[in-house]
């Protein structure tokens, strides 16, 4: 049974928008954090933001001002808005939920970003 699922990403030419979505499924219970991490090939995967079920928000310098995160808390879903992108955003992005009985990964999406 798939938990977590991811939807968005794809091709976008620099300086376009792309959103990411989350929705964790009925049955995680007690999600007190999600975040976006991205891992581009041959690199680590780094944290780009986060967000508490209580609203507060973090980023990663690289995409402070142009990326934001977002969490519809009563259907579990998490929003990443993404403007003004260049070609050192692309990435697999992926989702990550924290809740009662521990943490779940998206299955990551491909966001390219190229002229």
Not at 72 to 79: A, L, T, W
Request: net charge negative.
């Amino acid at each position: 049974q798939v938990q977590v699922v991811q939807s968005g990403g794809g091709s976008v030419e620099p300086g376009g928008s792309l959103r990411l979505s989350c929705e964790a499924a009925e049955n995680i219970a007690g999600i007190t954090y999600m975040a976006w991490y991205r891992q581009a090939a041959g690199k680590q995967r780094d944290l780009v933001a986060s967000v508490t079920r209580l609203g507060t928000t973090t980023y990663a310098d690289a995409v402070k001002g142009r990326f934001t995160i977002s969490l519809d808390s009563f259907k579990d879903i998490m929003f990443l808005q993404m403007d003004d992108l260049k070609p050192t955003d692309t990435s697999v992005y992926y989702c990550y939920v924290l809740y009662d009985h521990g943490y779940l990964w998206g299955e990551g999406t491909l966001v390219t970003v190229s002229p």
